[in-house]
């Protein structure tokens, strides 16, 4: 019984979270190809959560001694990938704001030397 309880427990908490990311996407709070990964490791944590047994047979697969430390070790890899994923479009975004700001120099400049003219 308790099991039941905290397996719907997960699943409305899961459920809400993607409530949240859908929220923010429709708001244009988050970009759709920015929250690609977020709705996939969601719906991959509402399947694990109505399907148990396949938490356990991940479980069995990696070598774990116990369901919670496979679980601990899913988690940190897609939060890894989250993270891999964001720094890739901060470093892609530095590098445009950077030949922007070049690019805005450089129109300055040619203004500049038609006002002299």
């Given amino acids: 019984m308790q099991n039941t309880i905290l397996q719907y427990f997960f699943i409305i908490g899961v459920v809400f979270f993607i409530g949240i990311?859908?929220?923010?996407l429709r708001k244009n709070a988050l970009s759709l190809r920015y929250t690609l990964l977020w709705l996939i490791s969601a719906f991959l944590m509402l399947i694990i959560s109505i399907f148990p047994s396949i938490l356990i047979f991940i479980t069995k697969i990696l070598g774990f001694q116990v369901a919670s430390n496979a679980l601990y070790a899913l988690i940190?890899?897609?939060?890894?990938?989250?993270?891999l994923s964001l720094t890739s479009i901060v470093s892609r975004q530095t590098e445009r704001i950077k030949m922007l700001a070049q690019a805005i120099a450089l129109l300055e400049?040619?203004?500049?030397?038609?006002?002299?003219k």
């Fill in 21 to 24: 990311i859908i929220f923010f």
């Fill in 76 to 83: 940190l890899g897609f939060f890894l990938m989250i993270l």
């Fill in 109 to 116: 400049k040619r203004l500049r030397d038609i006002e002299e």
